[in-house]
């Protein structure tokens, strides 16, 4: 068994075909003076072919993933009209006589190199992107080889070193039983595709191997725990074909709550809502059955890409996304960039504690123009659909203010300008900050509504970096601080009277769900894929019962007592007494 990072669940078993590299052999050639020109037509033809093949992929593929995930290609097309990149190749050639070929694979080289020493795992996708564009590039300029695998009529795993997105393009998604590679990371593109299409993906098995997987080997893989076997014994493929079988037979269990109403068994409906960042994820939460959208982390329309994205770009995801819920309440989270989203052309400062530092509300606040830009995007798409906006890291009442008096600007410019937009639209705050939640009685006087966004409330009120593998087990929801702060949080926004849901991951955690039901809430917003097993363990839950369960929780001085008794109330074993459908 080989450990590596599950990037999208499921378990996949089939024979492996090995993707060959999609790396050229470029020999050093150089060229006479009077052979340059030649050799920059070439270059220029080249470029050109490269570009319209990347956007008939990219159109192709957005039907496939979404536009938005398409963008991964925009980049791509942004390398080569690169000032930087396309001089640096332009030097070579004249001032070393080198072929066009030469010099655009010495410039991947260094530039990718120059990348790749950075420990910045979004500096590390731009070389991945610099390598995979420059290679189609090479491609044509070496002659246009066939970078295709051979047709496959059987369905396979794929294994690769890396998959680069072009690389992607070549792949008919419905043979692919899953995919390993040896190097790439959960965030790669190739990761995001997978989760977004559904197959099963681990990677990360550099050094891992004792020996190179070769195509026709039969591989196991399992997207959540991460591991892949390698021409595993009998007991084995029995194991994971039955462990295979199970979740299908669950999934098809789940499949019949689609249209079910999220009730509790003594009758009280809780709104299950989506997290999405993208219009293929509300594709698919509506075909889960989600009931509106409580977060669209807006962030990811601002990534791969070179500069801002536009008004008119924004708006139109923005419209596209209200038109698509039907009336059903879209959350629109304005840009939470820092922390760990980084935005390359946003000039974010080098901080030591960036977590702590210049993010979200924060650079919206400071960079007027930015905020304004989305602002007038998110008021002119509410006049299409149900639409609330939500600030993110609000940390007091005046930050509050001061984005809603931009907002206002917008509203007047707006209006002044005859664009229709909803003039009741409500405005929340996102509790995600432990000031926030210790003066939520002070911000529910002032908001439409909360919601909490337990991921980084429990990393702040722990002092927990959430991204830390050192202190991972010290990032503990269950910790009763952090039962207590939400209590507080929950009960100021019940006595102002304005409506909180939750929206981190510990909404979508069925174990966690006495606790919400116990607390009042009304809403929950997560992520796609585990709306369904929640409203499992809803249809199984009672408020009654919650509250004696979050009543004895309340008495444990520990996380560990907590998460004990929540798993024996749903396990159904005894102490509660048997949950019932
Ligand atoms: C959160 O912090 O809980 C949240 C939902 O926001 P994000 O995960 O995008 O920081
Ligand atoms: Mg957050």
Known sequence: MIKGIGASVGIAIGKAIVLPNW??????????????????????????????ELETIKEDISELIGEEESNIFNAHLAILEDPVFMNEVQAIMQ??????????????????????????EYMKERAADIRDVGNRLLKHLLGGF??????????????????????WTHLDPSKILGIVTIMGGMNSHAAIMARAIGIPFVLGLDGKLKRPIQTGDLIILDGEEGTVFVNPDEETIAHYRERKEIIQKHMERLEQLIDVQAITQ???????????????????????????????????????????PPEEEQFEVYRQVAEMLHGEPLVIRTLDAGGDKNIHYIDLPQEVNPFLGYRAIRISLDR??????????????????????????????KEFKDANQLLEEVKKELREEGQPFDEQIEVGIMIEVPAAALTADL??????????????LVQYL?????????????YDPYHPAVLRLLRQTIEAAQQQGIPVSVCGEMAGDPKVLPIWLALGIEELSMSVKTLLPLKERLLQSSIEQSGRVFEQIMQCTDSDQIRNILDQCYNGKERYGPITN
């Open 368 to 397: 007027q123009e930015l905020f304004k830009t989305q602002l007038r995007a998110i008021l002119r798409a509410s006049h299409y659909g149900h639409v609330k906006i939500m600030y993110p890291f609000i940390s007091s009442v």
């Open 146 to 167: 066939q970078d295709t695998l051979p047709d496959q009529d059987d369905p396979y795993v794929l294994v690769a070193k890396e998959l680069t997105p072009s690389q």
């Open 443 to 456: 911000l529910a006087k002032e908001a439409d509504f909360f919601s909490i966004g337990t991921n980084d």
């Open 23 to 52: 790396e050229w052999n470029v020999p050093d050639k150089l060229v006479d003076v009077a052979d340059l020109a030649y050799e920059f037509e070439k270059l220029y033809e080249g470029i050109q072919i490269s570009k319209v």
């Open 462 to 474: 722990l002092a927990v970096d959430r991204m830390n593998e050192h202190i991972a087990h010290l």
């Open 266 to 308: 003594d009758g009280k409906p809780i709104e299950l809502k989506a997290n999405i960042s993208s219009v293929k994820e509300l594709e698919q939460a509506l075909k889960t059955g989600a009931r509106g959208v409580g977060l669209f982390r807006t962030e990811f329309l601002y990534m791969d890409r070179n500069s801002l």
């Open 95 to 120: 001032r070393q006589y080198k072929a066009a070929e030469v010099a655009v694979k010495e410039t991947i080289d260094k530039f990718v190199g120059m990348f790749d020493l950075l420990d910045d």
